[in-house]
Each structure stands twice: as structure tokens, then as C-alpha cells.
């Protein structure tokens, strides 16, 4: 796998490569930028200026002023009371996201923090050392980063290969011992929302492949199911402002082009049901809505999420209390990727159902050769319907959760992390349902000898290379799992 520079800031695509075990280094630009920050931190504890965080205490305790000898036991307290994480740990993936996310803040120069803080979490990364980060208890940030950081200083646990071991223990297998954080280190560390960026960055991957994927299983559902291609031609299309639109639309009539089976089905429907006939409108807004939020990732990854912020020189040194930790454009973007991948989920599942309805698809009933002895696909679908609920439930915004914390300091929260991880939740729900509506089509094209287009045939066989046809011979939950990991990992024919 490449490795992946920091020289101004890492893309999402940076951060997925990096949390899926690319290495990681800062680029000479990076560094300079970085010690030039802390120069200006030291400058503005030797001066004696006024900076929450730095010579104040944090949150509702930001006018309570701490004399120059106590900062660093601050940065040292702050994450001892920050680590408040709830519940069973990030996977490896999420948390390196978290951890690449954070060095690329840093490396945009504003935060103050030391270049040997930053080298640390770089040399965690490239050794496989992942600290455990709960995945609860975050309002959009604070918590994730300040169980990582908690490694940095030989506290808390981490995993190395199959082993969890003491923070201690793992600094030690990446060539590291305890750091002794400075002023401001405490607070850089587990402000911003790296947490909610890194997360969403994997979201992002996660549901590009689901997009395409979305289109191809389709077409297969389409084709097995005789459907009326009329409602994508090109010029029917056309009447729809929407290049998103008029993408997918091509993408289908593409898989079915030259489709013996559609050709059978010629003139036995008018028009068919709106979860076959409406793909092109349904998948195009979804993409609309991944472009939206990877634009929005970008502009964070782009941004300074560190409160305060220093610019300046160390002669002329300026810290700036502002509010960019609040993550409020990551919250309602993450939320409506959600929303989107949940959608296009939810009509899978009512093409699977068509798929299984004799009443319907022309097909045996649930797809069984022997109807009555099997029940093939019957139970599948209610899995699917299971998961679509659930979705519906995870689609809630969690940008309007608002609360108030700190002593009416923080009385306004977007919940971008909840946003990220929710997000996240759906994206693989929505795998499995589309791997149970992939099994399906295949199933469905079993009874199908018309001939299938070159297009559906490809991604057929592809399938077929995974999971063979089902006789109610082995656990169907297998295959669901077989089908989910595959669209998880793979691309289509």
C-alpha cells in the first residue's frame, strides 16, 4: 500500500488509506509548520498571555487562571478527565481514522503542540499500535481523541496485533516512551473533531461502493424480474435536471443492453413499480448527497478545528478563542448521508420483496425450486426488513439533539461524532441488505433461460464465484454474510 505524506492536510481518500493500514509521515512543510506553533505557545506562556486552555482552566472553568508551574499538570489532568468513553471499544479502522485526522489538524500549523507529540501518534500508526477509544459518550468530540492520547502519556490500553496491553507497553513496541505534555498539549490533544472527520471519511468510502453497487444489483433485480427498461431512456431522462440522475440511467441501460430476458418481458407491463422504475431518481439523489458530505469532509480536513487558535510570530504572538470545534456542517452532512444510504437501502429491500412474491415476479415462490419443502428466500427477506427498520431509526438527525454541558458554557451541540458513527451503523446495514437482494437476483436468474445481458451476466458470474445457488442446503446466513463482506470489499463487473 502507498504511503501517505502530510504536507498541508490529508483528503478523506488520505484518511480511509491510512486507517486501513497505510503508513503515515509528515511531509517537511508539516514539521516546520508544527514548531513554528509551538513557538508561538511558548511565547505566549513566557509573556504571560491570557489563552483559555493554556493559562486558564478549560470549559466553565475558562476564567480561572493557572499560574505558569500548574500548566502542565493541567495538560496532564485534562486527559485524565476528559477519558470518558462509554462502552465496547472502535474497531482498528476507526480509530486509526481518528489518529490520521488528528495529525493532519496538527499539521496545518495552528494548534501549538510539540512535533514530538505529533511523531508519536505518526510512529503509533506505522507500528500497528491502536490505542481503545469507547464508542460512546462523545457530543461531537473530547473523548475519542483524549483516550488516544492517553497512550502518549503510558495511560490507558491499546491493542498490538491480537493483544491488548497498557499504554506503556505499547509506547514500548513503537519505539516510545512516555511523553510529558506542555502547556496547551492537554487541551490540542482532545479538542476538535478528528473524531467526527475520521469516521465520516470512511463513510464516505464505505458508501461510494455502496452507490455503485446499489446500480449494478438492480439491474440484476431488473432483469430477472422482466422489468420495462422505457423508464430509462435517454431522452425520458433528459427531462430531469439532474447529472446525477441521468448517471445512473446510463449505468442501467448499460448492464441490460442486449438482455434476452428483457426482451422476453417486452410488452407485458406498462410501467413498472417505482422501486424498479424510480433507480435512476432514487440512487441519483443519493449521489447527490455523497457529494455533498465529501465536499463538506474535505472543507473540515482543510480546516483548524482546535479551540483556541494561535497565528502570529513569536514576537508578535495572537491566540484567538473561537468555536471551531463545533462540528455543525459535519453533523447535518453526516446526517444526510444517512438519510441517503438509508433510502437507497429501503428500496433494495422492496425490489427483494418483489424478487420473492410469486404474486409478482413469475418466479417461484421465495425463490425455492421446491416451494413447500424449502422456504428459500422467505426468511432473507424479513432480515432485510428487520435492518431497514433499524435504519430508519439510526436516520434520526442527531444534529438537533442539541444539550447543554459545562456549566451553561457549551449550551449549544451538534453531535457531529454520534452523527459519523450513526452514519457508519447505516452504511452497514445497508450492505447486508443489498447482499441479501444480490443473493436474491442471482436466485431469481436460476429460473431465467432467455439469456441475460453482457452487462448482468458479468456480475452474475461474479457472484457466482462467491456464493453458489441456494437449495436450502447450508445456513442462508452464511451466504448474507458472504454477500455483505463481498460488497464491502469488492467492486462490481
Not at 270 to 293: C, E, K
Not at 306 to 326: F, I, K, Q, R, Y
Not at 466 to 485: F, K, N
Request: contains cysteine; aromatic residues 2%; charged residues 20%.
Amino acid at each position: 500500500m502507498t504511503d501517505i505524506v502530510v504536507e498541508t492536510h490529508l483528503g478523506w481518500r488520505d484518511i480511509a488509506a491510512v486507517a486501513e493500514g497505510a503508513r503515515l509521515h509528515l511531509g517537511e512543510a508539516a514539521k516546520r509548520r508544527i514548531s513554528d506553533a509551538r513557538a508561538i505557545v511558548e511565547a505566549i506562556v513566557d509573556r504571560g498571555i491570557r489563552a483559555y486552555g493554556v493559562n486558564t482552566g478549560v470549559g466553565a472553568l475558562c476564567d480561572v487562571v493557572v499560574d505558569r508551574p500548574l500548566q502542565r499538570q493541567l495538560s496532564h489532568n485534562i486527559l485524565m478527565s476528559h477519558a470518558t468513553g462509554i462502552g465496547a471499544p472502535l474497531g482498528v479502522t476507526e480509530t486509526r481514522a481518528i489518529m490520521a485526522t488528528a495529525v493532519s489538524n496538527y499539521a496545518l500549523g495552528h494548534s501549538g503542540v510539540r512535533l514530538e507529540v505529533v511523531d508519536a501518534l505518526v510512529r503509533l500508526l506505522n507500528a500497528d499500535v491502536t490505542p481503545m477509544v469507547p464508542t460512546k459518550g462523545s457530543v461531537g468530540y473530547l473523548s475519542h481523541m483524549a483516550h488516544i492520547a492517553l497512550v502518549l502519556i503510558g495511560a490507558g490500553r491499546a491493542r498490538v496485533g491480537d493483544k491488548v496491553v497498557t499504554g506503556g507497553e505499547a509506547l514500548a513496541t513503537a519505539g516510545l516512551v512516555p511523553l510529558e505534555l506542555g502547556a496547551k498539549e492537554g487541551l490540542s490533544l482532545v479538542n476538535g473533531i478528528p473524531c467526527a472527520t475520521g469516521v465520516a471519511s470512511l463513510a464516505l468510502k464505505r458508501s461510494e461502493r455502496i452507490l455503485d453497487w446499489a446500480d449494478a444489483i438492480a439491474a440484476l433485480t431488473i432483469e430477472a424480474l422482466m422489468g420495462n427498461p422505457a423508464a430509462f431512456d435517454p431522452a425520458a431522462l433528459s427531462l430531469r435536471a439532474s447529472p446525477s440522475l441521468q448517471s445512473v440511467g446510463a449505468s442501467l441501460r448499460d448492464r441490460l443492453a442486449g438482455s434476452g430476458i428483457v426482451a422476453a418481458g417486452a410488452g407485458r407491463k406498462t410501467q413498472d413499480a417505482l422501486s424498479m422504475r424510480a433507480v435512476p431518481h432514487v440512487h441519483g439523489a443519493a449521489r447527490d448527497a455523497f457529494r455533498g458530505a465529501a465536499d463538506v469532509v474535505e472543507r473540515e480536513l482543510a480546516s483548524i478545528s482546535d479551540n483556541p487558535a494561535v497565528l502570529g510570530t513569536p514576537e508578535a504572538p495572537e491566540v484567538h478563542s473561537e468555536a471551531h470545534a463545533v462540528g455543525a456542517a459535519m453533523g447535518l452532512a453526516l446526517d444526510q448521508l444517512a438519510i441517503a444510504i438509508a433510502e437507497v437501502a429501503a428500496m433494495s429491500e422492496r425490489r427483494l420483496d418483489r424478487l420473492v412474491n410469486p404474486l409478482v415476479s413469475g418466479l417461484p415462490a421465495f425463490l425455492a425450486a421446491d416451494s413447500g419443502v424449502s422456504s428459500g428466500f422467505m426468511i432473507a427477506q424479513y432480515a432485510a426488513v428487520s435492518l431497514v427498520n433499524e435504519n430508519r431509526r439510526l436516520a434520526l438527525p442527531a444534529s438537533l439533539d442539541g444539550g447543554v454541558t459545562s456549566a451553561l458554557q457549551e449550551d449549544h451541540l451538534s453531535h457531529a461524532t454520534p452523527a459519523s458513527l450513526k452514519a457508519l451503523a447505516v452504511i452497514e446495514n445497508a450492505e447486508a441488505i443489498l447482499g441479501v437482494e444480490l443473493l436474491a437476483a442471482g436466485q431469481a436468474h436460476e429460473f431465467r433461460s432467455e439469456g441475460r445481458a453482457e452487462g448482468t451476466d458479468r456480475l452474475y458470474r461474479q457472484l457466482r464465484d462467491v456464493v453458489g445457488p441456494y437449495q436450502d442446503d447450508r445456513p442462508l446466513s452464511d451466504d448474507m454474510a458472504a454477500a455483505a463482506e463481498f460488497i464491502r470489499a469488492a467492486l462490481p463487473a
